[in-house]
Nanobody, 124 residues
Framework: QVQLVESGGGLVQAGDSLRLSCADS????????MGWFRQAPGKEREFVAA????????QYADSVKGRFTISRDNAKNTVYLQMNSLKPDDAAVYYC?????????????????WGQGTQVTVSS
């Protein structure tokens, strides 16, 4: 069965960078789109970024566009989220997810498997 394991979260100052990783144990990792979501205390889960099965197309939430970059290495069964110029508003638990199809999407309903989440804290 599929298992997603996230890592890379931590405590940083505003303006710093982090790179999150998500390792997928599924044998057919390269056949599915992947996405990143986040959830802050008292708020609903929100879309952050998505990437197609081949890595050929990506999409981002307006709030992170230009600062965050999603990528994947299918040989390593891993998807990444590079986060630059972090702001206090970026603080949240970040989750990776595997989609039902080849393309990533903004809706969480398009994803069938989720990681446990990794905490990102940003001090001002």
């Amino acid at each position: 069965q599929v298992q997603l394991v996230e890592s890379g979260g931590g405590l940083v100052q505003a303006g710093d960078s982090l790179r999150l990783s998500c390792a997928d144990s599924g044998r057919t990792f390269s056949s599915y789109g992947m996405g990143w979501f986040r959830q802050a205390p008292g708020k609903e889960r929100e879309f952050v970024a998505a990437i197609s099965w081949s890595g050929g197309s990506t999409q981002y939430a307006d709030s992170v566009k230009g600062r965050f970059t999603i990528s994947r290495d299918n040989a390593k069964n891993t998807v990444y989220l590079q986060m630059n110029s972090l702001k206090p508003d970026d603080a949240a638990v970040y989750y990776c997810a595997r989609g039902w199809g080849r393309l990533g999407a903004v809706s969480p309903d398009s994803y069938g498997y989720w990681g446990q989440g990794t905490q990102v804290t940003v001090s001002s």
